[in-house]
């Protein structure tokens, strides 16, 4: 069963740092291109950033640019979000998602930036 | 950056009947390889998005037929045959050609 399970959210102060995991099973992992896709609280949903399953190519969302890296680690079956310089409209439930055309999605890890 | 707009927002229907939801791109979601990648999610109340539909028509295992999607360039369309109650929720186009973009969702309620 494909599964995708993120971790590492909490309550950060703006301008603090936060690193997102997201563990991958059921599938090969290192076959498919992986995405971070947000939702604040009450909104629709936001693409936050790409990466190719050898890491060559990787996108960001203009909002995250500068801010955001992804990256990927294939002998662990692992995605990760490292974010810096948060800020209050960064908080939202943060989802990894498998592939380009987002089949299976987690089930989120809330990410609260306050002060 | 491209732009997709869905409407309604919101769409009251009563059990058993009708419903579809439209989505427009501004801009071809036609790729160099000749597909076409939009996608329709669903997201019911608390829980995390699920895709039903990928590449305009094509429907994920476990979705009711009752779902289909239709249309081409830049006008797509999410039809459900007869809404029942677990149908309740936002349903979102996204598209997959140029990067990956979402439209605003359309919230679905029974009236």
């Known amino acids: 069963e494909v599964q995708v399970v993120e971790s590492g959210g909490g309550l950060v102060k703006p301008g603090e740092s936060l690193r997102l995991s997201c563990a991958a099973s059921?599938?090969?992992?290192?076959?498919?291109?992986m995405n971070w896709v947000r939702q604040a609280p009450g909104k629709g949903l936001e693409w936050v950033s790409s990466?190719?399953?050898?890491?060559?190519?990787?996108y960001y969302a203009d909002s995250v640019k500068g801010r955001f890296t992804i990256s990927r680690d294939n002998a662990k079956n692992s995605l990760y979000l490292q974010m810096n310089s948060l800020r209050a409209e960064d908080t939202a439930v943060y989802y990894c998602a498998r592939d380009g055309q987002l089949d299976y999605w987690g089930q989120g890890t809330l990410v609260t930036v306050s002060s | 950056d491209v732009v997709m707009t869905q409407s309604p927002l919101s769409l009251p229907v009563s059990l058993g009947q009708p419903a579809s939801i439209s989505c427009r791109s501004s801009q071809s979601l036609v790729y160099s390889d000749g597909n076409t990648y939009l996608s329709w999610f669903q997201q019911r109340p608390g829980q995390s998005p699920r895709r039903l539909i990928y590449k305009v028509s094509n429907r994920d295992s476990g979705v009711p037929d009752r779902f289909s999607g239709s249309g081409s360039g830049t006008d797509f369309t999410l039809k459900i045959s007869r809404v029942v109650a677990e149908d309740v929720g936002v349903y979102y186009c996204m598209q997959g050609t140029h990067l990956i973009t979402f439209g605003q969702g359309t919230r679905l309620e029974i009236k």
């Open positions: 059921g599938f090969s992992f290192n076959t498919y291109s």
């Open positions: 990466i190719s399953r050898d890491s060559n190519y990787i």
